[in-house]
């Protein structure tokens, strides 16, 4: 039903910034809001943004609240997040994620269909 494929991690100093793509492919007859996740080695999954189909309504996790900003293009069928004033706690591997119920949730439970993971790692 839907492909997702993460792209634009790498290695950047802490404090420099990066501009992160999710590409969105397939079929299907309803639309999907959008999220991002990141897990670090040894932890859980957890939530990092989220927006609705519309682009309206968007919520962000208390650590990344002023610096993280998502968006989305649906007619190119991508999701972005960039990523600004980067810490050293950013470093994990970002996954994008879609939720069929177009809820905006930041339960990554109520997220269907996954990317693979784009690696972001963060130098002191």
């Known amino acids: 039903q839907v492909q997702l494929v993460e792209s634009g991690g790498g290695l950047v100093q802490a404090g420099g910034s990066l501009r992160l793509s999710c590409a969105a492919s397939?079929?299907?007859?309803?639309?999907?809001?959008m999220a991002w996740f990141r897990q670090a080695p040894g932890k859980e999954r957890e939530f990092v943004a989220a927006?609705?189909?519309?682009?309206?309504?968007?919520h962000y996790a208390r650590s990344v609240r002023g610096r993280f900003t998502i968006s989305r293009d649906n007619a190119k069928n991508t999701m972005y997040l960039q990523m600004n004033s980067l810490k050293p706690e950013d470093a994990a591997s970002y996954f994008c994620?879609?939720?069929?119920?177009?809820?905006?949730?930041?339960?990554?439970?109520?997220?269907?269909?996954w990317g693979q993971g784009t690696l972001v790692i963060v130098s002191s």
């Open positions: 994620a879609a939720d069929s119920t177009n809820s905006g949730s930041g339960s990554k439970d109520d997220y269907s269909y």
């Open positions: 397939g079929r299907t007859f309803y639309n999907y809001g």
């Open positions: 927006i609705t189909w519309s682009g309206g309504g968007t």
